[in-house]
């Protein structure tokens, strides 16, 4: 019997949407050689506390309210932006899932991050938790709709073969170091699994945890297979690499342990909750590795009565 893991669709969208869907495209920037006596109207008309500085079409830095605040106390509004702004810059890119920034915002803190094309590096958009929550509820209204478009059970698959013994096996192929292609096999197989029919309930969870084994593909691996058994009671789904392997298993478990190097976390990848987040999705987890040889993970997700 399928167990409710608590996993909503809302949790499951964070996976599925990207920053780029929800993000503001129409940024209100800043140059670098503005006074930042003119920063007072800027935030005061568009209602906003801070804002990208620009110099043409690359972001260069951000400069808050608390820094024009400082300014103000220390009389220097004729000093230019550029000399204020922060340069070292925490930004999100516009291909990654919402949920890396959410987890983000939760580290930080900030109100809002700078939003950048990861093949140019030019400003994209800005995101502001606003934005997520803007885009999560319009995400669940379409939903809504199409559910109620096309609504079928997913038992009809099995029920009209006629064998002592079915399964139905998917195979995808993950190259790691592509984060180019990053979730595309965990994407594919929630759309194949969605098409069949199975129970959305289902069908979230294993595209969670698809999606955390498919990045620790990619990030830790040369390469892998992830391989999906569908049986008439039950999906299995199994990621096997070919990797350095895991040496604690134990504190690989840990909440936010991570061995993935500060240019895969700059990223967005690497944050140390995704075998965390498998187990919390699967109803059965077992977890294999060998060091040097790679690491083979087995992930059961029965279906409910």
Known sequence: MGKDRGIGRVQELTYELK?????????????????????RELFRVNKI?????????????????EDFIKCLAGGEMDCSVEKKMTRKLEVLYAD??????????????????????????????????????????NKLEIDYR???????RASHI???????????????????????????????????????????????????????AEMNIVVFAEKGEMVSHIYPEYIQIQAKDKGPGIEDIEQAMQPGFSTAPEWVRELGFGAGMGLCNIQKSADEMVLKSKVGKGTDLQATFHFPD
Do not use: W
């Open 19 to 39: 920053v780029g869907e929800v993000m503001t495209r129409e940024v209100i920037t800043a140059r670098p050689d503005c006074p930042v006596g003119e920063l």
């Open 49 to 65: 506390s801070g804002t990208p500085v620009v110099d043409g079409e690359n972001l260069v830095g951000i400069i808050s309210i």
């Open 96 to 137: 990654e899932p919402v949920v890396h920034a959410i987890n983000k915002f939760e580290r930080y803190g900030f109100g809002r991050f700078p939003v950048v094309d990861r093949k140019t590096g030019q400003l994209a958009g800005i995101l502001s938790k606003g934005d997520i929550i803007r885009g999560l509820l």
């Open 146 to 152: 199409e559910e109620e478009i096309h609504r079928y």
């Open 158 to 212: 099995f029920e009209d073969i006629l064998a002592d013994k079915t399964v139905i096996t998917l195979r995808y192929n993950v190259l790691g170091g592509d984060f180019d292609r990053a979730g595309i096999s965990a994407s594919t197989l929630k759309k194949t699994l969605t098409r069949l029919g199975f129970a959305p309930q289902v069908v979230r969870r294993v595209a969670i945890a698809t999606y955390e």
